[in-house]
């Protein structure tokens, strides 16, 4: 049991470049979500999803996309890289509504130059 | 809406001292209160929750949490620190459609 596992763990874009960051589970969740992860930030959503083919925006959707195709996969896209976008990003996953316990990746560590 | 707030975006302990760090939350319905901690370049990994049952909640590696609504603070504390506990500690508050909404963080530190 994997839980939630999230590729690539680094990456390094041009600005401008685009690329998608993979993230799945195998706890057969529901939700799934996207977070970024800045200094002194904390961790803020960008996009969620509360199941196979549906998809919401969070707090900082702009300059990203998602898709889940899947129930366990929960894709995140950059079209056009900016350097504002260097973070770290988080996948979670979590069972049902009601308010349970957020399962979170490794993240991965993007870096736009 | 919902908002947390954590005093102290560092905290340095003695290993073996008392180990208090701080959370107040903003909630429109009644909250569902989380406590996460980031060991470095790892993921979040839940350490207790809050779900109106007790008020005292315990988690794990030694820490507890006590809720209280007239402050609308969710504290988390620790009787004696351990090296191993130096890591970043989140505070989050569960909204509707089971976001979450976190704190800035806080940084532990322990020193010898």
């Known amino acids: 049991n994997a839980g939630v596992t999230q590729t690539p763990k680094f990456r390094v874009l041009k600005t401008g470049q685009s690329m998608t960051l993979l993230c799945a589970q195998d706890m057969n969740h529901e939700y799934m979500y996207w977070y970024r992860q800045d200094p002194g930030m904390g961790l803020r959503l960008i996009h969620y999803?509360?199941?196979?083919?549906?998809?919401a925006k969070g707090e900082v959707p702009d300059g990203y996309n998602v898709s889940r195709l899947k129930k366990q996969n929960f894709l995140l896209g950059l079209e056009s890289a900016a350097p504002s976008q260097t973070s770290v990003y988080f996948c979670?996953?979590?069972?049902?509504?009601?308010?349970?316990?957020?399962?979170f990746g490794p993240g991965t560590r993007l870096t736009v130059l | 809406a919902q908002s947390v707030t954590q005093l102290g975006s560092h905290v340095s302990v003695s290993e073996g001292a008392l180990v208090l760090l701080r959370c107040n939350y903003s909630?429109?319905?009644?909250?569902?209160l989380f406590w996460y901690v980031q060991y470095p370049n790892q993921g979040l990994q839940l350490l207790l929750k809050?779900?109106?049952?007790?008020?005292l909640v315990k988690g794990i590696n030694g820490f507890e949490a006590e809720f209280k609504k007239s402050e609308t603070s969710f504290h988390l504390t620790k009787p004696s620190a351990h090296m191993s506990d130096a890591a970043e500690y989140f505070c989050a508050v569960a909204g509707g459609g089971n976001k979450l909404t976190f704190g800035t963080g806080t940084q532990l530190k322990v020193e010898l």
């Open positions: 809050y779900t109106s049952a007790a008020t």
């Open positions: 909630s429109s319905v009644p909250p569902y």
């Open positions: 999803s509360v199941g196979e083919g549906t998809t």
């Open positions: 979670a996953s979590s069972s049902t509504a009601g308010r349970n316990e957020q399962f």
